[in-house]
């Protein structure tokens, strides 16, 4: 997969020239080529941090909010994980913003330091005698601002590569932020061998736990990779044909560079890619947010076996989508990214399909919270928090199944696992062929114009489309079960 990546980054921008070529040498020169992939590599990995800042925690964020204050509920759960995908929403408009009238270097190195101070402020929140549940909601808000610089990232790439490059570019940036997220957890995983004790620098009042370990650890990759930013990432803007093109961005004017015409943007295409996307990630939305819940209510699975095989199931789909993010790059030459685009969808819809349950086979009941023969209402958040609760001292996982307080439990009949597993690796296909060609598309319809501010807002509707669609299918899921879900 390395030696395809780096195939595709080395492709001579004309195809019947080569590096040393003189032809080449008008265009680019050795010099600027691999100045301009340098500081493209490091925004592939300040993608890689972004996602890893999100995921990274998200297996310990209930037991250590439980711990640090006692009055957090299951509602105030959903705000902290929510708040992530608020925060980034926010912000991906105003550093897109910022990216098209001053130096990329000044967003990314603001908003990278913006995640690093809410790690720290993530790692502390046990301090405070009090209200330590909203410490943490603005310490997460914050984590997710930062990572509004995704704008920021995904404008440069589209304004540093020839229309040539872009697929590729592109493909290999979501690669790095599928591999964040399939790290993350991986990354906590490791940390839990520290244990909830821990060691504390009474000094400084810092606690080294399984909690905190893994965003001290995204601080101190914070800090490096703004290292990288100031010493390695140099303004480059080039256009369809690889020529350097004059910006406001550049540092340094040369005389080589020229002024690209700034044409007009189809603004109904813009506002249809935009929907598009939200679309495509409300969809993902909904199955990455029912998998847990639909697991164990299926298939009887205890919380610790919903830890270990969903984990394997999603470390598996992030697997997927980084081998798919790297074929869709060859593919795209061949039949073009809309066809690509078209593919991805049918795909996406047949996995859903799929997942609808049909025949005579029903899911185990779950009986024993039944009482005086009431239904009481359960929350969606109360569902996911019982995967997030460490087993008792006695190991009891409590009674298995789908249950009765779900009343469609009686009458859904079962997802079977290998309708389930076939499901998810065809929504595993066609989720990042999707992610990938929206964004390739996209940047092709912007045009020359500087794409940070339209980058912000696509980054903010797929922000809003992860905080509507949990939103939507707990409600949807709860009470109707996985087969209105699926619609």
Same mark, same amino acid.
């Not at 995640?115 to 549940?133: R, T």
């Not at 440069?156 to 697929?167: F, K, M, N, P, V």
């Not at 859903?352 to 899911?363: A, D, E, K, T, V």
């Not at 499901?423 to 062929?433: F, H, K, R, T």
């Given at each position: 997969?390395?030696?395809?990546?780096?195939?595709?980054?080395?492709?001579?921008?004309?195809?019947?020239?080569?590096?040393?070529?003189?032809?080449?040498?008008?265009?680019?020169?050795?010099?600027?080529?691999?100045?301009?992939?340098?500081?493209?590599?490091?925004?592939?990995?300040?993608?890689?941090?972004?996602?890893?800042?999100?995921?990274?925690?998200?297996?310990?964020?209930?037991?250590?909010?439980?711990?640090?204050?006692?009055?957090?509920?299951?509602?105030?759960?959903?705000?902290?994980?929510?708040?992530?995908?608020?925060?980034?929403?926010?912000?991906?408009?105003?550093?897109?913003?910022?990216?098209?009238?001053?130096?990329?270097?000044?967003?990314?190195?603001?908003?990278?330091?913006?995640?690093?101070?809410?790690?720290?402020?993530?790692?502390?929140?046990?301090?405070?005698?009090?209200?330590?549940?909203?410490?943490?909601?603005?310490?997460?808000?914050?984590?997710?601002?930062?990572?509004?610089?995704?704008?920021?990232?995904?404008?440069?790439?589209?304004?540093?590569?020839?229309?040539?490059?872009?697929?590729?570019?592109?493909?290999?940036?979501?690669?790095?932020?599928?591999?964040?997220?399939?790290?993350?957890?991986?990354?906590?995983?490791?940390?839990?061998?520290?244990?909830?004790?821990?060691?504390?620098?009474?000094?400084?009042?810092?606690?080294?736990?399984?909690?905190?370990?893994?965003?001290?650890?995204?601080?101190?990759?914070?800090?490096?990779?703004?290292?990288?930013?100031?010493?390695?990432?140099?303004?480059?803007?080039?256009?369809?044909?690889?020529?350097?093109?004059?910006?406001?961005?550049?540092?340094?004017?040369?005389?080589?560079?020229?002024?690209?015409?700034?044409?007009?943007?189809?603004?109904?295409?813009?506002?249809?890619?935009?929907?598009?996307?939200?679309?495509?990630?409300?969809?993902?939305?909904?199955?990455?947010?029912?998998?847990?819940?639909?697991?164990?209510?299926?298939?009887?699975?205890?919380?610790?076996?919903?830890?270990?095989?969903?984990?394997?199931?999603?470390?598996?789909?992030?697997?997927?989508?980084?081998?798919?993010?790297?074929?869709?790059?060859?593919?795209?030459?061949?039949?073009?990214?809309?066809?690509?685009?078209?593919?991805? #969808?049918?795909?996406?819809?047949?996995?859903?399909?799929?997942?609808?349950?049909?025949?005579?086979?029903?899911?185990?009941?779950?009986?024993?919270?039944?009482?005086?023969?009431?239904?009481?209402?359960?929350?969606?958040?109360?569902?996911?928090?019982?995967?997030?609760?460490?087993?008792?001292?006695?190991?009891?996982?409590?009674?298995?199944?789908?249950?009765?307080?779900?009343?469609?439990?009686?009458?859904?009949?079962?997802?079977?696992?290998?309708?389930?597993?076939?499901?998810?690796?065809?929504?595993?296909?066609?989720?990042?062929?999707?992610?990938?060609?929206?964004?390739? #598309?996209?940047?092709?319809?912007?045009?020359?114009?500087?794409?940070?501010?339209?980058?912000?807002?696509?980054?903010?509707?797929?922000?809003?489309?992860?905080?509507?669609?949990?939103?939507?299918?707990?409600?949807?899921?709860?009470?109707?079960?996985?087969?209105?879900?699926?619609?």
């Amino acid at each position: 997969m390395a030696s395809l990546e780096a195939k595709a980054e080395q492709e001579p921008l004309l195809s019947d020239s080569l590096p040393g070529s003189r032809e080449w040498d008008i265009i680019e020169t050795e010099e600027h080529y691999k100045s301009r992939w340098r500081s493209i590599r490091i925004l592939y990995l300040t993608m890689f941090l972004s996602s890893v800042g999100f995921s990274i925690v998200m297996m310990s964020i209930w037991p250590y909010l439980q711990k640090i204050d006692q009055t957090a509920d299951a509602s105030f759960l959903g705000w902290v994980i929510a708040s992530f995908s608020l925060g980034q929403m926010v912000a991906s408009p105003i550093f897109g913003l910022w990216s098209n009238y001053r130096p990329r270097k000044e967003p990314l190195i603001v908003s990278t330091l913006i995640s690093v101070g809410a790690n720290c402020l993530y790692a502390y929140v046990h301090v405070p005698a009090s209200h330590n549940k909203y410490y943490m909601l603005v310490a997460r808000g914050l984590v997710g601002f930062g990572a509004g610089n995704v704008a920021v990232i995904r404008s440069y790439i589209a304004g540093a590569t020839s229309l040539q490059e872009r697929t590729s570019s592109m493909a290999n940036t979501s690669a790095c932020q599928a591999l964040g997220f399939i790290l993350g957890p991986v990354f906590q995983t490791c940390f839990a061998l520290i244990g909830e004790k821990g060691v504390t620098w009474d000094t400084i009042k810092l606690q080294i736990n399984m909690y905190t370990a893994p965003v001290l650890l995204g601080a101190f990759l914070g800090i490096l990779n703004i290292i990288l930013i100031l010493t390695i990432l140099r303004e480059h803007r080039v256009d369809d044909s690889g020529r350097q093109c004059k910006n406001v961005n550049f540092e340094e004017a040369s005389t080589d560079e020229i002024q690209v015409p700034q044409g007009s943007i189809d603004q109904v295409a813009v506002v249809a890619s935009n929907v598009l996307f939200f679309v495509i990630l409300f969809i993902f939305a909904l199955f990455e947010t029912i998998v847990t819940p639909l697991t164990m209510d299926m298939y009887a699975w205890t919380r610790e076996q919903a830890v270990l095989y969903d984990g394997i199931i999603l470390a598996a789909l992030g697997v997927e989508a980084v081998i798919i993010f790297m074929g869709v790059k060859l593919l795209s030459k061949k039949i073009g990214e809309r066809a690509i685009l078209l593919g991805g #969808l049918i795909v996406v819809w047949a996995g859903f399909f799929i997942l609808l349950p049909w025949g005579n086979q029903f899911p185990k009941i779950q009986w024993e919270d039944l009482h005086n023969n009431s239904i009481p209402n359960t929350t969606f958040g109360e569902i996911i928090i019982t995967l997030w609760k460490s087993p008792r001292e006695d190991h009891n996982e409590g009674p298995t199944g789908c249950p009765i307080e779900q009343a469609w439990c009686l009458y859904t009949p079962m997802i079977h696992l290998a309708q389930f597993l076939t499901s998810a690796v065809l929504i595993g296909i066609g989720y990042p062929s999707c992610n990938v060609m929206s964004y390739t #598309l996209y940047s092709k319809i912007l045009g020359p114009k500087p794409q940070g501010v339209y980058m912000g807002w696509l980054t903010a509707s797929g922000s809003a489309a992860r905080i509507l669609g949990p939103v939507f299918i707990s409600q949807v899921y709860t009470s109707w079960g996985p087969r209105s879900g699926s619609h």
